[in-house]
C-alpha cells in the first residue's frame, strides 16, 4: 500500500479508516492499532487520535460500517426475493455466511466485546435493525411455532455464528452434504427450516 502524507482538507478521517480497513484484511485485527494505521497512512503516529480517541473507538467505528455493508447487503438481496418467507430467511443466513467467509478478519472483529464498544449508539441501531428484520421474517414465516421469534433468531444466528467460526478457525473444511449434494451450510439451514415447521 502506498503512503501518502498528502491528504485534502477532511479527507485524513477517511484515509485513516480505509488504511485500518486494509490492515485488518492484511494482518488480522492485532494488526490494526493507531500507530500501525499512522505509519501505513504516511502521518505522525498522533495524527489518528484526532480522529479516532484510541483503538477501541477505531475498531469500533469499523465494525460499524461492516455492520451497515452487511444491512445494505440485506435489504438488497430481499428486494430481489418473493415473498416466500423461506427465501427471504435465507437472505440473512447466506449474507452473514458469504461475509465470513469473504472477510474473516472483519467478521471476527465484530463479534469482539474487549475491542469493540457494543453499547455505541450507532452500532447498536444497525445491529437491532439486521435483528429485528430478521425478527420479522421469522415471525411472516412461521407464525405458528412453538417458541417466539426472539428464540428462532438467536438460534438460527447461534448456528451461523457457531458454523462460521469453526470455519474460519479451521475445524471444519467445506463439504457438501452427501444426500442433497447442497454445500453443507445450505443443507444446514435448510433442516433448521423444516424442523421448525
Known sequence: M???????????KRALFDVAVSLLDRDGITGVTNRAVAREAGVSHS????????RRALLTAIARDQFEVILKDIESALLEVPNNQKDRIEVFANTLLEFGFKYPHRYQLLWRGDLVDHEDPQLLAVMDRIYDQLCDEIERAIPKAKVDRDTIAVALWSMLHG???????????????????????????DLFLTVLR
Open 2 to 12: 502506498g503512503k501518502s502524507k498528502s491528504f485534502h482538507h477532511g479527507d485524513l
Open 47 to 54: 495524527a489518528p487520535v484526532n480522529h479516532y480517541k484510541d
Open 163 to 189: 458454523y462460521i467460526d469453526m470455519r474460519l478457525t479451521g475445524m471444519f473444511s467445506p463439504h457438501d452434504d452427501t444426500r442433497t449434494g447442497k454445500p453443507r451450510h445450505h443443507a444446514m439451514l
